[in-house]
Each structure stands twice: as structure tokens, then as C-alpha cells.
């Protein structure tokens, strides 16, 4: 179980909090995503549970230990995922690093070599491992970066966004392990900006905006708590200042469904229809505009609305 109770931090010169109470529960064998803009505060929080930051204000713990007064307890059962990773040694092999890191936990002998053999099948690296880690490609690295958390075969994993940049393959391969990882009743914290991912993966989902977090639930309760008929546009450039038509579309649209509620973020416009007889006229007045329309969608609230809805200011 991981848990967080009024958790606070700022850094250093920073105008405002990178997290403001966050209070949450993971529970075992459960798979909870991290969701919010660019700047919310999930890696903070990552880095938090993991010790390498300390919390002005709040406690928090993994299985039960604090992860300040009980420090080696509390990183025992924990396997960490950066995104940002920058601690593997460039000039060794793949599986030499392994070695290294598989040293440090206490791994010896048959034992280190077995393990490293099972964690290198698990993340499709049997052979590539041999190869210096300078020239992996991004996905071998942030495969090599889950095999090492895997080296202990710990209970708890902290996972901030494990597919960024990654190429398709290897971002599928990752969630595999992820899944494989749940059936075995690990316990995860993921944090992602792939929204097609966290519905596939997750049981629980937190959004983050400005370091508050502003909701939990299921994927279901995520969707149920916005109106149910959702219009979703975006637009792409055609010389057209963007901000000045979009005013302008709001407008219309608040004239024409005045009680939906309208989000926009930069070129993207989502419309929570509360009559759903007043869909095809707001559409209308979507492709009506001076902006070149890329795409309509129009159906039940999926959980991209619902990001865009909160990370928009709207409220659900």
C-alpha cells in the first residue's frame, strides 16, 4: 500500500507550490495513474515517495513505512522508474550494468546472474544486452531502466511516464509488463500523459493541476462526472489567429447551448452538452468557422474530455 497525507513541497524560489496537501491512497495490487498537465506536480510526488525529495509538510509511506523516519524499511519493497533516468553507465554493456545495480542490492553470485537472465527475457533484452548502453536506442533504455527496477522483484513500483518517447513497440512491450506485473499483485504508481494507456491500465486515476489534486476514482467515476453527450474539436492552423476566432466560437456556442460547458486548451474546443437535441447545431457552428477543422468527435465523455475539461479549469 502506498499512501500520502497532506502532503506539501515547494522549491526553492518557486512562486508556488509544487504540491498543496495531496492526500491519496493506493491499495495493494492495484494499478493508480497520475493524471495533469506538464508542471502538475506527479514527478514531485514520485520523487517523494522514493526519498529523494523531503516534504515540507505531510507524511507518507510505502507498505506502511515512512519514507522519512523509516527510510531503508520504506525503499526495501519499492522499484523506481524516472523518466528522466541519467545514472547508468554509458561505456558498459547492458547487462554489465545490471551487474553493478544488482551489486548494490545485495545480489551475488548464480543468483545475480539468474536474475538478471529472468528481468532481461521479461523486457525483450536477452540479446541486446551485450551491447554498450550508449548505443541503445530511447526504448531499449527505458527497457533497461524497467529491468533494473525489476532486479529485487519488489511489491511496490513508482513508474513516472516509463513510455515517454519511446517507439510503439517498445511502449506496447512496457505495458505488457505492467499488466504482467499487476497479475502478480504488484502494486503501482504510474504517472503518464498517454490517456489511451491509462484507460487500459488503470484502476484508479488522480488528476493533478498546480500541485492540488483535484480528483480520484475509477475510470468510470472519471467519466460520470461529466455531462454525458461530449462534442470534442480540434483545429489546425490556415493563417486565422487562433485565440481571436476561438472568443468568437465560444461565444456562438454559449448563445446556442448556453447552459453546456465549454473547455478550450490551445487548439483543442470540448463542449459538455446538456441537451443532447442541440448537438448538430453546435456542430455546425464547428465546421461554420473560419478555423480549418481537423476533427469532430461527438459521444459519450471518454477520459480525454475529462482531462481536458479539468486541466481546462472546468469543474466536474
Given at each position: 500500500m502506498i499512501t500520502l497525507n497532506n502532503i506539501?513541497?515547494?522549491?526553492?524560489?518557486?512562486?508556488?507550490?509544487?504540491?498543496?496537501?495531496?492526500?491519496?491512497?493506493?491499495?495493494?495490487?492495484?494499478?493508480?495513474?497520475?493524471?495533469?498537465?506538464?508542471?502538475?506536480?506527479?514527478?514531485?510526488?514520485?520523487?517523494?515517495?522514493?526519498?529523494?525529495?523531503i516534504p515540507q509538510q505531510g507524511q507518507a509511506s510505502i507498505c506502511g513505512y515512512d519514507t522519512l523516519r523509516d527510510q531503508y524499511a520504506a525503499r526495501q519493497p519499492l522499484g523506481?522508474?524516472?523518466?528522466?533516468?541519467?545514472?547508468?553507465?554509458?561505456?558498459?554493456?547492458?547487462?554489465?550494468?545490471?551487474?553493478?545495480?544488482?551489486?548494490?542490492?545485495?545480489?551475488?553470485?548464480?543468483?545475480?546472474?539468474?536474475?538478471?537472465?529472468?528481468?532481461?527475457?521479461?523486457?525483450?533484452?536477452?540479446?541486446?544486452?551485450?551491447?554498450?548502453?550508449?548505443?541503445?536506442?530511447?526504448?531499449?533504455?527505458?527497457?533497461?531502466?524497467?529491468?533494473?527496477?525489476?532486479?529485487?522483484?519488489?511489491?511496490?513500483?513508482?513508474?513516472?511516464?516509463?513510455?515517454?518517447g519511446v517507439d510503439p513497440a517498445s511502449a506496447s512491450h512496457i505495458r505488457e509488463i505492467i499488466l504482467d506485473l499487476k497479475k502478480r499483485g504488484k502494486t503501482i504508481l504510474l504517472t503518464t500523459h498517454n490517456l489511451q494507456e491509462a484507460e487500459r491500465l488503470s484502476d484508479a486515476i488522480g488528476f493533478l493541476k498546480a500541485g492540488i489534486l483535484l480528483r480520484t476514482g475509477s475510470v468510470s467515476e472519471f467519466r460520470s462526472g461529466i455531462e454525458r453527450s461530449c462534442i470534442s474539436a480540434i483545429f489546425g492552423a490556415n493563417g486565422t489567429p487562433i485565440n481571436v476566432?476561438?472568443?468568437?466560437?465560444?461565444?456562438?456556442?454559449?448563445?446556442?447551448?448556453?447552459?453546456?460547458?465549454?473547455?478550450?486548451?490551445?487548439?483543442?474546443?470540448?463542449?459538455?452538452?446538456?441537451?443532447?437535441?442541440?448537438?448538430?447545431?453546435?456542430?455546425?457552428?464547428?465546421?461554420?468557422?473560419?478555423?480549418?477543422?481537423e476533427d469532430v468527435r461527438y459521444g459519450d465523455a471518454s477520459l480525454e474530455d475529462v482531462f481536458f475539461h479539468l486541466a481546462g479549469g472546468g469543474n466536474v
Open positions: 506539501c513541497y515547494r522549491y526553492p524560489r518557486a512562486e508556488r507550490s509544487a504540491l498543496d496537501r495531496v492526500t491519496l491512497t493506493v491499495r495493494p495490487g492495484e494499478i493508480f495513474t497520475l493524471l495533469g498537465p506538464n508542471g502538475a506536480g506527479k514527478t514531485t510526488l514520485i520523487r517523494i515517495l522514493s526519498g529523494l525529495i523506481l522508474v524516472l523518466g528522466d533516468e541519467r545514472t547508468f553507465y554509458y561505456r558498459l554493456s547492458g547487462r554489465q550494468n545490471l551487474e553493478f545495480f544488482g551489486g548494490l542490492l545485495g545480489l551475488r553470485g548464480r543468483r545475480i546472474a539468474d536474475r538478471i537472465n529472468e528481468v532481461l527475457e521479461m523486457v525483450g533484452m536477452t540479446d541486446s544486452a551485450k551491447h554498450p548502453f550508449m548505443k541503445f536506442s530511447t526504448g531499449m533504455r527505458k527497457r533497461l531502466n524497467f529491468a533494473r527496477a525489476l532486479l529485487s522483484d519488489p511489491s511496490v513500483y513508482l513508474l513516472d511516464e516509463p513510455n515517454s476566432e476561438m472568443e468568437k466560437l465560444v461565444k456562438r456556442i454559449r448563445v446556442c447551448s448556453p447552459d453546456s460547458n465549454v473547455t478550450v486548451n490551445d487548439n483543442r474546443i470540448s463542449i459538455s452538452l446538456s441537451d443532447k437535441l442541440e448537438a448538430n447545431e453546435v456542430i455546425n457552428l464547428l465546421s461554420g468557422s473560419s478555423l480549418h477543422l
